[in-house]
């Protein structure tokens, strides 16, 4: 039976049944307290005044245990065969079914996914924060199909976290069906009842479009001792205890012992009549009822014994002082004992419960972390993760000696970075995420499966993450030497950038984005080009950073569409205006980046005039008006040579086109990757190697790998050393300048 009832401000309710006397009351007077054969007790009630909030279609109810049951929906996703589309909305949005005070018992419930080609979701909240779970069900053939186990052929189950409130269902589809549609053209989703789930085929669920869903409720939202402090709002009434929610926070009242009723009335909680539930109580005597309890009155050579709820012989009160001793000996020694067994095994019991906890915490945490996102996004690329590590706890707790703050590395918007040594002798450096809702863990969980395609020089390395603490974990490669902004930026550090070092970096960087644009199996996006993304090594190599919220694209797209994300300084115009981000974006923030490596000024400044607050306008109308070498770093002045004066002026006419407004017209970064190795080897043919560590690195040109000092590709004449037909107006401009 199913009824719409109107229910209290504080939680669920269960089944009751009531065969108590009439006299025993369990709802207010004037108040209707059945409907049919159903038993409505207070605090629920059809009547005004009769309840504290409204509506839910209940099937049953319990008072005493802090249960509601009701009728959820089933969300399907059916398909036709019309190329596999949907003729049903596959998702289901259940916030207005329920209230602060009422959430989805994780106890009772499991969230069921049904068919044959389905990726199922639940989103809610607890605690105020989001939260996303779910699972996949996937079979070949209708045999196959499983539905009472549910173990993922073509029906799975996952648990409900704890106090999960304002929920809603989603369905996807991997193929739309297809290769399923003759035997099973829909797929479900719900959650239910784990005790009520007795299906067995996929057509038992046809025509079936709500289930019973368990809610657990309470009391308010405190404990029993803060809720006793304010009598005129404390609910438990006379002959009653407060008991705390085991399952949620708030409490509940329960009749004394000895009491039976409502406890949330006013003398709804009367005497039990124990002589007369149980005729033959006192055996040899007779039962006399107490308020709350009884009394054997014993008949003659018996005595009254435990309060005078027992008779026992006069004869075995009268035995010998012998047996008495030996008695009270032998029970003190079985007490001890007894105590002593008893406290190993608590000792033991409690070991397991925080055992058992802690592997639930961690769970709960995985989940919460993204970690069903994550193991979707693998299932759908061709790639795996199979040199990423799933670092434990315990190993970056070990690692970080406890997160120390001596070993903060930095701290910023997107987390903070602590140093670290595993045990195998690696230093890392281990990022504590700062995750804010879904957004955040979307971007998480794009960082892992990017950088798990990568594999460059240049591009920090990923080794691992850790998913199963209270916010994820990330572990890199330990990167000594800060980022390239506190380089370019603090003109107070001892150690100074040269020319040659610049010059080298700006290729690497380039050579990176060249790579993540054309030699991934899928282009690759950065979006977030800056120079505090730039690392640098011990041997002050760039390292490419931060792709929390770079994109995979498919070799044929040419952009991709997204809220505008970026840092102001770096952003594209067209990508500001469009809000389609090209590969051709990325070029722009590097133009940037090539400008700050030119003048050693930040992107955006507030002391420079209002038309050059953005460095790419200041360098843009210095260029104009032939001032470059005003603009410059004056470190670079002071220890440029001849030969860097023709390379910084081609580094800035590269620039210059990097940060063309139109994008169709600047270089990709394959030209440009190429134009700086060929600025670089145009210098070192001439013997200008003034950089101890480069001819400790493997050049890139031209999308192959040249040793050192290794010619191969180059011809020479008489006259100068010049590439085979040099192909830039940039490289016949200084070799020109070079043969003067």
């Not at 596999?84 to 259940?94: F, M, V």
């Not at 007894?338 to 945490?365: P, V």
């Amino acid at each position: 039976m199913q009824l719409m009832i109107h229910a209290i401000m504080f939680g669920q309710a269960f089944c009751i049944n009531n065969n108590n006397s009439s006299s025993i009351a369990t709802h207010k007077n004037s108040c209707l307290n059945s409907c049919g054969d159903f038993e409505i007790p207070y605090p629920f009630g059809l009547d005004d005044s009769c309840y504290l909030e409204p509506n839910y279609n209940v099937m049953n109810i319990s008072v005493p245990d802090g249960k509601l049951t009701i009728t959820g929906p089933v969300v399907r996703d059916c398909y036709s065969s019309d190329n596999g589309s949907r003729n049903s909305t596959p998702t289901r949005d259940i916030t207005r079914a329920l209230n602060e005070y009422f959430s989805v018992s994780f106890i009772e419930n499991k969230f069921y996914s049904i068919g044959c080609d389905n990726l199922a979701t639940i989103n809610g909240f607890r605690n105020g924060n989001s939260y996303t779970t779910g699972c996949i069900s996937s079979c070949s053939f209708a045999d196959e199909v499983d539905l009472k186990s549910c173990s993922g052929v073509g029906c799975c189950k996952t648990s409900i976290p704890e106090e999960l409130v304002n929920y809603n269902l989603k369905l996807g589809s991997y193929n739309n069906h297809s290769s399923v549609l003759s035997f099973n053209p829909c797929s479900y989703g719900f959650v239910m009842q784990e005790k009520e789930f007795n299906f067995s085929r996929l057509e038992d669920f046809s025509n079936v479009t709500n289930v019973p869903v368990v809610l657990d409720w309470a009391v308010g939202f405190n404990s029993c001792e803060t809720a006793k402090r304010n009598m005129e709002t404390y609910s438990c009434k006379e002959n009653s205890v407060c008991i705390n929610s085991a399952s949620r926070s708030g409490y509940l009242c329960q009749c004394s012992e000895g009491y039976q009723g409502n406890p949330y009335l006013s003398n709804g909680c009367i005497d039990i009549d124990e002589c007369k539930q149980k005729p033959n109580l006192c055996g040899n005597g007779t039962c006399v009822n107490t308020d709350g309890s009884y009394k054997c009155s014993c008949l003659k050579g018996y005595t009254p014994i435990q309060n005078e709820t027992l008779c026992s012989t006069q004869s075995l009160m009268n035995n010998d002082s012998h047996s008495r001793n030996l008695i009270i000996i032998y029970s003190v020694l079985g007490s001890t004992f007894g105590t002593f067994f008893l406290l190993i095994g608590l000792w033991h019991l409690m070991k397991f419960i925080i055992k058992r906890s802690n592997i639930k915490r961690k769970e709960i945490h995985f989940q919460r972390n993204g970690g069903l996102l994550l193991q979707q996004q693998l299932s759908t690329h061709e790639y795996s993760l199979e040199k990423t590590k799933l670092f434990s706890s315990e190993e970056l707790e070990k690692a970080t000696n406890n997160f120390d703050m001596d070993r903060i590395l930095g701290q910023g918007g997107q987390g903070t970075v602590h140093k670290g040594m595993l045990t195998d002798g690696r230093i890392v450096a281990v990022k504590k995420s700062k995750i804010e809702g879904e957004a955040k863990i979307a971007e998480f969980i794009n960082e892992v499966v990017i950088l798990s395609q990568i594999n460059h020089r240049n591009i920090v390395k990923l080794l691992g993450c850790c998913l199963e603490t209270e916010v994820p974990l990330l572990v890199y490669e330990f990167i000594p030497n800060g980022t390239l902004a506190h380089y370019l930026h603090d003109h107070d550090r001892e150690f100074q950038m040269t020319w040659n070092m610049r010059l080298r970096i700006a290729s690497e960087i380039a050579g990176a984005l060249f790579y993540l644009h054309s030699a991934t199996s899928s282009p690759i996006y950065h979006r977030d080009i800056k120079s505090t993304n730039i690392l640098l090594d011990e041997k002050y190599r760039a390292k490419v950073a931060d792709f929390g919220t770079s994109r995979t694209v498919s070799i044929d797209q040419t952009h991709v569409t997204t809220l505008i994300y970026g840092t102001f300084g770096y952003l594209d115009p067209e990508y500001f205006q469009s809000s389609q981000f090209t590969d051709k974006s990325d070029v722009y923030s590097f133009g940037v980046v090539l400008v700050e490596l030119l003048t050693g000024e930040k992107a955006i400044s507030i002391t420079r005039s209002k038309e050059g607050k953005s460095l790419a306008t200041y360098f843009l109308i210095s260029m104009e008006e032939d001032r470059l070498f005003e603009i410059l770093d004056t470190r670079l002045i002071k220890e440029s040579q001849n030969h860097d004066r023709d390379q910084i002026i081609a580094v800035s006419n590269l620039a210059k086109k990097c940060l063309n407004l139109n994008g169709r017209m600047r270089p990709t970064m394959k030209e440009v990757s190429g134009e700086l190795e060929r600025i670089r080897m145009i210098n070192n043919l001439d013997g200008d190697y003034n950089d101890p560590k480069i001819d400790e690195e493997i050049e890139y040109v031209r999308g192959e790998q040249i040793e050192p000092w290794d010619f191969s590709n180059v011809t020479t004449s008489s006259a100068s050393i010049n590439y085979a037909s040099p192909s830039t107006e940039i490289e016949q401009s200084i070799l020109s300048s070079r043969s003067r």
